[in-house]
Protein backbone atom coordinates (compact mmCIF):
# COMPACT_ATOMS: atom_id res chain seq x y z
CA UNK A 1 0.00 0.00 0.00
CA UNK A 2 1.10 3.59 -0.61
CA UNK A 3 -0.23 6.19 1.13
CA UNK A 4 0.00 10.04 -0.17
CA UNK A 5 -0.69 13.16 1.69
CA UNK A 6 -1.43 16.59 0.53
CA UNK A 7 -0.53 20.20 2.16
CA UNK A 8 -0.38 23.86 0.83
CA UNK A 9 -3.95 24.18 -0.44
CA UNK A 10 -5.52 27.51 0.86
CA UNK A 11 -7.70 30.52 -0.36
CA UNK A 12 -6.15 32.77 -2.56
CA UNK A 13 -6.82 36.13 -4.71
CA UNK A 14 -6.44 35.63 -8.33
CA UNK A 15 -2.91 36.35 -9.74
CA UNK A 16 -1.56 34.75 -6.53
CA UNK A 17 0.09 31.75 -5.90
CA UNK A 18 0.49 28.77 -3.69
CA UNK A 19 2.50 25.45 -3.66
CA UNK A 20 0.91 21.79 -2.86
CA UNK A 21 3.22 19.33 -1.73
CA UNK A 22 2.53 15.34 -1.83
CA UNK A 23 3.72 13.20 0.30
CA UNK A 24 3.94 9.27 -0.57
CA UNK A 25 4.96 7.07 2.31
CA UNK A 26 4.55 3.04 2.65
CA UNK A 27 5.23 0.80 -0.22
CA UNK A 28 6.79 3.09 -2.49
CA UNK A 29 8.99 1.33 -4.56
CA UNK A 30 8.30 1.04 -8.31
CA UNK A 31 5.84 3.90 -8.29
CA UNK A 32 6.88 5.26 -11.93
CA UNK A 33 4.47 8.15 -11.94
CA UNK A 34 3.24 10.76 -9.50
CA UNK A 35 0.84 13.61 -10.83
CA UNK A 36 -1.97 16.19 -9.65
CA UNK A 37 -5.84 15.33 -10.25
CA UNK A 38 -8.64 18.20 -9.76
CA UNK A 39 -12.28 17.97 -9.42
CA UNK A 40 -15.10 20.58 -9.20
CA UNK A 41 -18.72 19.48 -7.77
CA UNK A 42 -20.43 17.53 -10.63
CA UNK A 43 -17.22 17.15 -12.93
CA UNK A 44 -14.99 14.25 -14.12
CA UNK A 45 -11.38 14.31 -12.31
CA UNK A 46 -8.82 16.00 -14.74
CA UNK A 47 -5.21 15.38 -15.21
CA UNK A 48 -3.82 18.47 -14.08
CA UNK A 49 -0.01 17.71 -13.73
CA UNK A 50 2.29 14.47 -13.95
CA UNK A 51 5.69 13.73 -13.63
CA UNK A 52 7.91 10.69 -14.62
CA UNK A 53 9.44 9.21 -11.02
CA UNK A 54 12.66 8.66 -12.76
CA UNK A 55 13.91 10.86 -15.39
CA UNK A 56 11.39 13.13 -14.58
CA UNK A 57 9.56 14.05 -17.90
CA UNK A 58 6.44 16.27 -17.39
CA UNK A 59 3.10 16.50 -18.74
CA UNK A 60 0.52 19.67 -18.31
CA UNK A 61 -3.36 20.49 -18.83
CA UNK A 62 -3.30 23.05 -21.67
CA UNK A 63 -5.45 24.98 -18.95
CA UNK A 64 -2.33 25.18 -16.69
CA UNK A 65 0.48 25.40 -19.05
CA UNK A 66 2.95 28.29 -18.23
CA UNK A 67 1.42 29.04 -14.82
CA UNK A 68 1.76 25.52 -12.92
CA UNK A 69 5.20 23.27 -12.56
CA UNK A 70 5.61 19.97 -11.36
CA UNK A 71 8.75 19.01 -9.52
CA UNK A 72 10.09 15.98 -7.20
CA UNK A 73 12.25 15.33 -5.05
CA UNK A 74 12.84 11.28 -4.87
CA UNK A 75 15.48 11.59 -1.22
CA UNK A 76 11.82 13.03 0.14
CA UNK A 77 9.67 11.01 -1.65
CA UNK A 78 7.69 13.87 -2.36
CA UNK A 79 5.99 16.03 -5.37
CA UNK A 80 4.97 19.74 -5.83
CA UNK A 81 3.29 21.68 -7.56
CA UNK A 82 3.93 25.30 -7.92
CA UNK A 83 1.19 27.14 -8.92
CA UNK A 84 1.27 30.86 -10.27
CA UNK A 85 -1.19 33.14 -11.33
CA UNK A 86 -3.77 31.16 -10.30
CA UNK A 87 -7.28 31.97 -11.99
CA UNK A 88 -10.46 31.29 -10.07
CA UNK A 89 -11.43 28.73 -13.00
CA UNK A 90 -8.63 26.80 -10.88
CA UNK A 91 -10.63 26.51 -8.12
CA UNK A 92 -11.03 23.04 -7.17
CA UNK A 93 -10.34 20.23 -4.72
CA UNK A 94 -6.91 18.96 -5.65
CA UNK A 95 -6.00 15.10 -5.34
CA UNK A 96 -2.14 13.32 -5.70
CA UNK A 97 -2.07 10.42 -7.37
CA UNK A 98 0.59 7.58 -7.63
CA UNK A 99 1.07 4.90 -10.24
CA UNK A 100 2.29 2.07 -9.16
CA UNK A 101 3.20 -0.95 -11.52
CA UNK A 102 4.64 -3.90 -9.11
CA UNK A 103 4.20 -7.74 -9.96
CA UNK A 104 2.69 -6.86 -13.08
CA UNK A 105 0.16 -4.82 -11.60
CA UNK A 106 -0.94 -1.47 -12.36
CA UNK A 107 -2.18 0.01 -9.22
CA UNK A 108 -3.44 3.82 -8.90
CA UNK A 109 -3.27 5.08 -5.53
CA UNK A 110 -5.52 8.42 -4.27
CA UNK A 111 -4.37 11.08 -1.38
CA UNK A 112 -7.48 12.74 0.79
CA UNK A 113 -7.11 15.71 -1.54
CA UNK A 114 -7.01 19.39 -0.47
CA UNK A 115 -8.98 22.53 -1.36
CA UNK A 116 -7.72 25.39 -3.89
CA UNK A 117 -10.39 28.69 -3.59
CA UNK A 118 -9.33 31.59 -5.71
CA UNK A 119 -10.96 34.38 -5.35
CA UNK A 120 -11.89 37.26 -8.07
Known amino acids: QVQLVESGGGLVQAGGSLRLSCAAS????????MGWYRQTPGKQRELVAA????????KYADSVKGRFTISRDNTENTVYLQMNSLKPEDTAVYYC?????????????WGPGTQVTVSS
Open 51 to 58: IITSGGST
Open 97 to 109: NAEQLRFGILRDY
Open 26 to 33: GSIASINR
